[in-house]
């Protein structure tokens, strides 16, 4: 059974990935924002989960939950499932944390990043991003870089896969009780990709929607907006994802 990190675990797809993992036997570590949010989990707590506390918006904290998540020993898989759609905490949360966890947690098996379709509008551009959020930032723009950060960490770790994924616009409380597409397929590729042993979800560098690869927007493979983004990203935190040859 495997050992799984799930951000941004309090509700929404993370949740439902969080147990349905735990149904099937996983080892899962689950994500609240600060210990208000505790109760939200708490049953996940019961059925077995452990629970890390930190704020992915923060810098600081965000530092923190990597280091709770390493003592806890190797992860197999970490899901970046945590996002939000208007506001300050675009940037902060969809992007910058994500990065700062791929480099800070002992690197694990295998990498999933949820993007969106909203990526294809986003924009290849990293000139005055601001990635603190004081001047918010854009929703398309965001899923465009962490999708781009998928397929870069599959291109400079090749032992790890690493892969984005579209869950579709599923009635959550950020797609809202409209939302077309089918809840469970929006949880179901996450979970398949972090554990499964079929040929499919053992690749690397995939945009994936609903356990089906697809080409994403172009700027995603383009090298150098691939180093530029890693460049800015550790230019602001101050931290740089180490090479392939280096473990940590």
């Known amino acids: 059974m495997?050992?799984?990190?799930?951000?941004?675990?309090?509700?929404?797809l993370g949740r439902l990935a969080a147990q349905t993992l735990l149904?099937?036997?996983?080892?899962?570590?689950?994500?609240?924002?600060?210990?208000?949010?505790?109760t939200a989990v708490s049953d996940l707590v019961d059925h077995g989960a452990t629970a890390i506390v930190g704020d992915l918006s923060d810098l600081e904290q965000t530092r923190s939950i990597a280091r709770d998540v390493n003592r806890l020993g190797r992860m197999d898989a970490v899901i970046h499932n945590a996002g939000v759609y208007t506001g300050p905490q675009v940037m902060p949360v969809n992007i910058v944390a994500p990065y700062l966890l791929t480099a800070l947690i002992d690197r694990p098996q295998r990498l999933i990043y949820l993007s969106s379709g909203a990526h294809n509008g986003g924009r290849p551009s990293l000139d005055s991003i601001d990635w603190s959020g004081r001047t918010a930032g854009s929703y398309s723009d965001s899923k465009l870089f962490i999708t781009t950060l998928a397929v870069t960490v599959a291109r400079i770790w090749p032992d790890v896969r690493s892969n984005a994924v579209d869950p579709g616009w599923v009635p959550t409380k950020m797609g809202g009780a409209g939302a077309p597409d089918d809840l469970r397929l929006g949880h179901l590729t996450q979970e398949w990709l972090a554990t499964s042993d079929d040929a499919d979800a053992c690749t690397s560098g995939g945009y994936w929607y609903h356990q089906r690869r697809i080409e994403p927007h172009s700027a995603v493979h383009d090298r150098r907006f691939q180093e530029r983004l890693l460049d800015e990203l550790a230019r602001f935190t101050g931290t740089r994802l180490v090479s392939a040859g280096s473990r940590h």
């Open 2 to 12: 495997a050992r799984v990190f799930i951000t941004g675990s309090a509700d929404g």
């Open 23 to 38: 149904d099937d036997g996983h080892e899962v570590v689950v994500q609240a924002r600060n210990r208000d949010r505790l």
